[in-house]
């Protein structure tokens, strides 16, 4: 059995995976606000899962995990990962001593959401653009939620290979000049304007309060509320004008830094938009803004527009490549034909 985890800044979702050859099938699944766990250590809430996964009638044992795997947001080194909006510190070796098991593996989440692709059913992705199909090249993947993730899939002549990175942690790059203006006020407030200050859950008010600081919602008030979740609701509903003009310019945004993403590494294969908030903004997604800012790049327009672009609809995206990387671990580096991996399509 393995244990997976996608470890994030807002939620935690665990689950046990039972084998069945080369195919992993779900058997017990949580999800758990990172909050209420942020004063405690991370061991903590894998043995609380744990326990429950394991209570009585369920015909689980704890010995019956083989292996575990984790994503998480941060830069994973040896071994270990420094979580950025996650309250742990993360260490395989550690985990492994702890729980007694032989393998343990970290990865990036954004490096486990591209794991997950050949696990996806069809229904688990949306086409936002459709391009042409090039499955022999490079690929990228971007996630906005509680922080900003970016990944890729090179093409090594012969398969994908996944491959994290911080892009999130890069310098704001204003196109427009309201885009300047922003960056000039971001600026007076943030000692380090990156992509993710705007492209997150918190970049909504920062967006907000940019376009008109005289307006406000409940939410901005309130120390547990979720002032992006309010302003994208208004949004949506075309209650609030400032609302509007604040996600349609966080949008745009999203698209110019999915299109930087894709020159970066070529990734005319295909890209991928990951991440909690996209799935929320679907109707805003869908509407051509992010499409038309992500291929406005000069002469090299063309070349973006015959990219395809997904929306990643399952949230366990990230879950289902971390177990399957540990399963291929636990296996001594086995690799996973992806008509097996396939068959889990759905089951997520």
Avoid at 182 to 190: A, C, P, Q, T, Y
Avoid at 191 to 220: D, K, M, Q, T, Y
Avoid at 283 to 295: E, L, N, Q, W, Y
Wanted: hydrophobic letters at 45%.
């Amino acid at each position: 059995m393995i244990l997976a985890g996608d470890i994030g800044g807002t939620k935690c979702n665990l689950a046990l995976f039972g084998e069945q050859g080369v195919v992993l099938r779900p058997v017990f699944q949580r999800r758990y606000s990172t909050r209420d766990y942020a004063h405690l250590q991370f061991e903590d809430l894998i043995e609380d899962f744990i326990r429950q996964a394991t209570g009585p009638g369920s015909g689980i044992s704890g010995q019956d995990i083989i292996a575990a795997g984790f994503g998480s947001a941060g830069a994973v080194v040896d071994g270990r990962v420094q979580g950025i909006n996650v309250p742990w510190a993360l260490d395989a070796r550690a985990l492994a001593r702890k729980f007694g098991l032989g393998d343990v593996v970290l990865l990036n989440d954004l490096a486990a959401t591209a794991l997950s692709l050949d696990n996806l059913a069809s229904e688990d992705l949306l086409m936002l653009n459709q391009g042409v199909a090039q499955p022999s090249a490079n690929k990228a993947l971007i996630a906005a939620g509680t922080g900003l993730g970016e990944a890729f899939l090179f093409w090594d002549g012969q398969r994908h290979r996944a491959a994290s990175s911080e892009g999130g942690q890069a310098d704001f790059a204003p196109r427009t000049d309201q885009e300047i203006e922003l960056l000039r006020f971001l600026k007076k407030r943030l000692a380090h304007v990156s992509c993710e200050e705007i492209l997150s859950g918190r970049g909504f008010r920062r967006l907000h309060e940019f376009l008109n600081s005289a307006v406000r919602h409940p939410s901005f008030d309130a120390p547990e509320a979720d002032p992006g979740a309010e302003i994208t609701q208004h949004a949506l509903a075309r209650s609030c004008s400032v609302c509007v003009e604040a996600l349609d310019l966080w949008t745009a945004a999203y698209g110019a830094e999915g299109g930087n993403l894709a020159l970066r590494v070529l990734a005319v294969g295909g890209v991928y938009v990951a991440g909690g908030i996209a799935p929320k903004i679907l109707p805003k997604m869908k509407d051509g803004t992010f499409v038309r800012s992500f291929c406005d790049k000069a002469k090299l327009a063309p070349m973006l527009a015959r990219i395809p672009i997904y929306l990643i609809l399952n949230e366990d995206a990230p879950l289902w490549g971390v177990a399957y990387q540990a399963l291929t671990s636990s296996r001594g580096y086995i690799d996973l034909e992806p008509a097996a991996r396939s068959a889990a399509s759905g089951t997520g």
